[in-house]
């Protein structure tokens, strides 16, 4: 994704005071593993089709491997250029724009190796709890540097959510993959706890603090992240009937979907960046949960339902890539229509 697709909402009177100093080169990096992010939450829900519905593996494979591929490349990319920068990662971890990007590293790891210990135990259940660990000690250095000055608040975005809320979440998702109850609850009320301390913090900023920029506007979809994530976590975590607490959760994916319908009208006016890769993690979150919901009613036609919102899903990912095929080639294409100098030399 790009830097300018990580911009801090900002009202203009503040955004000069409220921009940091520190160095943005790690921003663009960071965020742009929200595109295997988006691959590996897409595949879920193909996942959760071939539980539920039976639907054909080959989906699901095709895209936790073009998710593990880019995964690697990212990862392997962005630690060999800061092995140039002595203080890198910190650096960009204590950056007030680009810092909870840093999540998406391990987070990405716990999506992949959950998927991936089915076919090898027990190597996928030790690397699904070695990339836990990261995502906790990640979390915990952010929220170290925040809690003692290290950010203000119109610096805040909705971005800040996810590496304590939907990725304690998918922690809990990745523990009940390798059969660790336990800890899953434990993940679980992790996430709860910091759904509700920032999530308030997140919700005030954006409801007091000014309009978000438009760039910082697709960050709005982390409130739909949340409750898809934790809906997952808690149903694989407590098999068996849906009771009263997946009910809740429930009810609240329900109206931050629709939050998210009423959105539509705002996102239409946004310029097309890379970052718009952040909307296909929530989208394949709600797929996955949705399948899942509706396996376990008796309503009529539910796998009818089911491959509609999953076909939506897909069709959805698939045009936020092949847009961004297109706006990567755009610019080359520019340079290439260019008329050149016919100076003879």
């Not at 204590?94 to 990007?101: D, K, L, N, Q, T």
């Not at 979390?139 to 925040?146: E, G, N, R």
């Not at 310029?271 to 899942?292: C, D, E, K, L």
């Not at 939506?312 to 990567?328: E, M």
Request: glycine share 10%.
């Amino acid at each position: 994704m790009t830097d300018t697709g990580t911009a801090v909402a900002l009202t203009p009177a503040a955004q000069d005071r409220a921009l940091p100093q520190a160095p943005l080169s790690g921003m663009a990096a960071l965020s742009r593993f929200g595109i295997p992010l988006g691959l590996a939450g897409l595949g879920g829900g193909w996942s959760a089709a071939r539980s539920s519905l039976g639907s054909p593996v080959w989906p699901e494979e095709i895209l936790y491997g073009a998710a593990s591929s880019l995964w690697l490349i990212l990862t392997a990319v962005y630690v060999f250029r800061g092995l140039r920068r002595k203080g890198a990662f910190r650096a960009d971890l204590r950056h007030e724009v680009a810092g909870p990007f840093a999540s998406f590293i391990p987070l990405v790891g716990i999506l992949l190796s959950s998927h991936y210990s089915q076919y090898l135990p027990p190597w996928g259940a030790w690397l699904c709890m070695g990339f836990i660990a990261a995502l906790a000690s990640v979390a915990a250095q952010l929220l170290a540097h925040w809690v003692t000055g290290g950010v203000s608040m119109q610096s805040i975005h909705p971005g800040y959510l996810l590496p304590v809320v939907p990725g304690f979440f998918v922690a809990s998702i990745g523990f009940s993959s390798i059969h660790a109850r336990d800890a899953a609850m434990a993940s679980f009320g992790i996430g709860a706890f910091f759904w509700l301390v920032v999530g308030t913090v997140v919700t005030v900023r954006v409801m007091t603090g000014g309009e978000l920029t438009a760039a910082a506007k697709t960050g709005l979809s982390a409130y739909l992240a949340a409750p898809a994530t934790a809906n997952i976590a808690w149903m694989l975590s407590h098999p068996g009937p849906v009771g009263a607490v997946q009910l809740g959760l429930t009810g609240v994916l329900v109206i931050m979907a629709l939050t998210q319908v009423m959105l539509l009208p705002e996102y239409r006016k946004l310029p097309f960046t890379q970052m718009f890769w952040v909307f296909t993690f929530p989208v394949g979150a709600t797929a996955n949960y949705s399948i899942r919901w509706l396996a376990t009613t008796d309503l009529p036609g539910r796998e009818i339902y089911a491959f509609t919102i999953l076909g939506l899903a897909t069709a959805f990912t698939l045009v936020i890539a092949a847009r961004s095929v297109l706006t990567a080639i755009a610019p080359k294409s520019a340079r290439l229509a260019t008329p050149q100098s016919t100076e003879v030399r």
